[in-house]
Each structure stands twice: as C-alpha cells, then as structure tokens.
C-alpha cells in the first residue's frame, strides 16, 4: 500500500511526534510497503508529488531521539513561511494520494479531532480514532465529564482559571493536589503541589499551555496503562519513575522509569483494569485503538485518568510493549493497526 505517515506538527509533543513516525514509516517499510514520513507541519517542497511513493529517499533522515526539553514552538512558527497554514507544503496533495494516513501525530492539532475532521471532508482515510472522540479525549474537563456519565471511577477535580478561587478547590480536596492544563499532553503542563504558593506557581505554568486547567485530588500509589484495540484490553503495564512523578523529563529520559509488562498484580486487579480500560475505550466512543492511563491508591482502588487517542507509537512506547506480550511484534501492530482502520473506516 502507499502510506503517508504523517508526524512532527505544531504541539509541544512535537519531538515524541517525530520519533513515533520515524518508528513507524521504517516498521512499514519492513512490511513492504511504501510509505513516506512528513512533517505536518513544514510539509516538503522538493518533491514529485504524482510519483512520491516510488521516491526512495530516506524519509527518516535526521530525526533523533526524544530530547529532554519541550520544543521551542515560537522558532518553530518562524521557520514558515507567513499565511501558509498549518498544512505544510505538499502535505494535502500526498496525502490524496495515499491509501492511508498513519496518524503519528501527539497534541494539539494532531491528536484533537481537526485533521480527523479536514480528512473526513476530503475523503481521506486515516489511522485511529474519529473526530469528536478525538476532541472529547483531548479535553481533559469534558473527558471527565463523560466518565462521570459513564461510571468510569475517576479521581475528583474541579475546572478552573487563574481568575477563578482554585486555592478554595485545593483546600476542600486537601493538599497535595495536582494541577494539569486541560489540553496537552506527555505529562506538559501537570504539576503536583503541596501548599497554596506550588499552587500558584503551578497554576501561572500550566495556565501558559492553556486556559483552562484542573486542580485533582492526588491519588498517592501505583500508575498503569491500558492499551485497548478494537475494544480488546492488552496485558497492563506498571509505570513506575525512579524519582519524582511520570513527567516528560522521566518519560523521555533513558533509565529514569520503569516499566513493567504485564504488570506484577493480582488477577482481580488485573482484571477490574482490564475492564474499566474496556469501558472508558466504549464511553468516550473511541474506535480502533487508544491507551487508557490509571492510578490505584494504596487500598488498592482504580482511578482513570486519561485517554490517549494517539499514543506515543516509538519501537518501545507502551503500546508496542504490550502488543509484544501478546506475540505481536512492533511491525505486525503498525500494519494491524492500518488494517482495522481501513476496516472501520468511515463508521
């Protein structure tokens, strides 16, 4: 088949992003296919467009790996050219020209329903989930709001402002508390705080990433994640950071975390996990695959976090851990995961 996958874009997982694609354009590769890997966001000029799937360049060619630091979005902005868009250049015309687009994208305008729906309206075909369950996941106050809908047992949170009494939220739920922006991702922009002077620090940080954010009861314990595809739990992993807490430093750090799969729990926590990753997976109206995060407390309670509609998709990201377990290796996920998607394309 002839596959764009598409990485890079304008958020602050821009890098992820790019080391994800990288991943996968050399797994599809591997498969036979022919695939192209493009910036999103910068696009490519130097190119024929009617025959770029025969063009045997190596796409990947100077992508690294994940740095420790956020990308610098503000050079990144003056590396385009004024009033192109945030389609780079080509990017539209290739991807007409796939059989599919491998979704690598992390964060905002990537992973929040906008390419989904500017594909839909052009009839293109794409790799995970669709437009509104895209921007649903990608709001951290609504996904809330539809797990309380739902059932899905959740810590508790209020939404707030930097205008708004969040110091009267934190002291209700009781110190520590987290703070996390309501739109981002890799753990940018979440801080955990345990008096009102954190939390005004907190609240001016994450308040740069957007404008509203949540202020949650910490849940002090262990944190797993979920992989879920064609609404089938894989084995859990255990996420456990040698120090502090699974921010984007440790996540992107070598040797800073530990990561367990299949998680050393008990077969009823295993499966209670299983379960609710299953149910949230259903009442966020996700489809083909996504990665559920959770914290249990140290009565051994689950609470759901998140959803991650375009998870980190690198050689040894979490979801390629667990396929793994299940005798998947990471080139047969990449092309199962452009199988389903083909499959449920446009339902």
Same mark, same amino acid.
């Given at each position: ?261 299949? $998680?050393? /729990? &008990?077969?009823?926590?295993? =499966? ?6 299953? @149910? %949230?997976?259903?009442?966020? !109206?996700?489809?083909?695959? $996504?990665? /559920? &995060?959770?914290?249990?407390? =140290? ?6 976090? @998140? %959803?991650?509609?375009?998870? !980190? ?5 979490? /979801? ?28």
């Amino acid at each position: 088949m002839n596959i764009a996958v598409l990485a890079g874009g304008n958020s602050t997982e821009r890098n992820v992003s790019l080391v994800s694609g990288k991943g996968v354009y050399e797994a599809l590769k591997s498969k036979g296919h022919k695939a192209v890997l493009i910036d999103v966001y910068l696009g490519v000029k130097d190119v024929d467009v009617e025959n770029v799937f025969d063009d045997t360049r190596d796409w990947a060619a100077g992508i690294d790996k994940i740095g420790e630091e956020n990308p610098d979005l503000e050079e990144l902005a003056k590396s385009k050219p004024e009033g192109e868009g945030f389609f780079g250049a080509n990017v539209l015309e290739i991807c007409r020209k796939a059989d599919i687009c491998f979704l690598a994208l992390h964060g905002a305008n990537g992973e929040d329903g906008r390419i989904q729906a500017t594909f839909d309206l052009m009839g293109i075909k794409y790799t995970g989930t669709g437009y509104l369950s895209s921007a649903i996941c990608m709001d951290k106050d609504m996904t809330k709001k539809f797990f309380v809908r739902g059932n899905i047992p959740t810590p508790t949170s209020v939404t707030v402002t930097k205008k708004d009494d969040y110091a009267g939220a934190a002291s209700l739920m009781g110190y520590p508390v987290v703070v996390k922006t309501c739109f981002g991702g890799s753990s940018i922009g979440v801080f955990i705080v345990s008096n009102e002077k954190e939390l005004d620090d907190a609240v001016a940080e994450a308040s740069k990433y957007a404008e509203t954010m949540l202020v949650e009861k910490y849940i002090k314990g262990r944190e797993f994640t979920c992989g879920v595809i064609e609404g089938k739990a894989l084995p859990i992993v255990e996420i456990a950071p040698k120090e502090g807490f699974y921010d984007y430093k440790n996540k992107y750090k070598a040797g800073a975390v530990v990561e367990t799969c299949p $998680a050393q /729990i &008990d077969e009823k926590l295993t =499966e209670e996990i299983q379960k609710i990753a299953v @149910e %949230a997976f259903n009442v966020l !109206g996700l489809k083909n695959y $996504a990665r /559920i &995060d959770f914290m249990t407390d =140290e009565n051994g309670n689950v609470y759901c976090l @998140e %959803a991650n509609t375009l998870p !980190g998709m690198t050689p040894t990201s979490l /979801i390629p851990q667990e396929a793994a377990v299940i005798g998947m290796d990471y080139p047969t996920l990449c092309d199962y995961i452009i199988e389903i998607s083909l499959k449920n394309a446009g339902k």
